[in-house]
């Protein structure tokens, strides 16, 4: 993907309470266009409130939303009818199948391409006129997707559609998500706790922890800013570097490239899921976010 691709998403500072709960503290990111941004955190740190705000469930208390590059509080319903969204349940009627569902959903996008979604059931594999009910846990996930796609939009979000799938159907989900976003040219907001799930597909990863968005970046640029230093007691890094937990820090990779180590000391890089559990930990030091 082009480095220089436009932002299609953009938080910048945004706070959400709910009541006294501050649900995101100042979280700021940006995912940007044509690619897929893997937004990882664990249960309870703010992703589906995040998802919330995007979708325009929720409107924050303070900060800024910018989607195609417009300036917004909220996300209006003009903004909503270019976003295909698939949560991590799918709740559809029951008693309806995949042919009624796309004439039903079909009725609020006025760019429901009907051929399309017709075509999108028959690449996934679903039964067109099998009711929702009779649907397995992955066909109703890749029924989700199709509806999702059928209008055509330049953004995707994926709020932990994976969740509870088997390990099959979860590459089978992923793999369609990395075609589809190959094939269209979408941008793909893809939230999970799964950090598997992340790193096989993500063009970019953003960890949020306690409503703040700690690091953000390539998967690479994460695993040369992130490291693992071992060394005697007594040895003090620069101020340059910020301990994110324990003997895990982080600092910018020409720092790490010009830092003097004693004889004893050993760095190690880490895998994503290494950082993804440094940063998420609640002992985590949140004063060093970015």
């Known amino acids: 993907m082009d480095v220089a691709a436009p932002p299609l998403v953009e938080l910048s500072a945004v706070t959400v309470r709910y009541g006294k709960f501050l649900a995101l503290d100042g ?82 996008y006025p760019t429901w391409d009907e051929a399309e979604y017709g075509r999108l059931l028959q690449v996934l594999d ?22 999702a796609l059928a209008p055509r939009p330049p953004l995707l979000l994926l709020d932990e559609p994976t969740t509870g799938l088997d390990p099959v159907a979860r590459r089978e989900f ?21 950090v598997d799930d992340v790193e096989s597909i993500a063009t970019r990863v953003g960890i949020i922890q306690a409503g703040r968005m700690r690091i953000e970046g390539k998967v690479g640029e994460l695993m040369s800013r992130v490291r693992r230093v071992k060394s005697a007691p007594d040895f003090a890094l620069p101020s340059e570097f910020h301990r994110v937990r324990d003997n895990v820090w ?24 290494e950082i993804f559990l440094a940063y998420a930990r609640t002992d985590a030091v949140l004063s060093s976010a970015a």
Request: net charge positive; charged share 20%.
């Open 27 to 108: 979280l700021s990111l940006t995912a940007r266009a044509g690619e897929i941004y893997g937004f990882l955190g664990r249960n309870g740190a703010g992703k589906t409130t995040t998802m919330r705000v995007l979708m325009g469930v929720l409107e924050p208390v303070a900060g800024e939303i910018r989607l195609f590059g417009e300036s917004m509080k909220r996300v209006p319903v003009s903004i909503k009818r270019r976003i295909g969204y698939v949560s991590q349940e799918q709740n559809f009627y029951p008693w309806m199948n995949a042919e009624q569902l796309g004439r039903f959903v079909g009725a609020f």
């Open 126 to 147: 679903i039964p067109p006129r099998r009711r929702a009910a009779e649907l397995s846990g992955g066909t109703r996930t890749k029924l989700g997707l199709a509806l």
């Open 174 to 194: 992923n793999d369609l998500v990395v075609a589809m976003v190959a094939e269209r040219g979408v941008t793909a907001f893809f939230s999970s706790h799964l």
């Open 250 to 273: 982080e600092a910018e990779p020409e720092v790490w490239a010009a830092a003097a180590w004693s004889a004893e000391t050993v760095v190690e890089t880490l895998p994503l899921e």
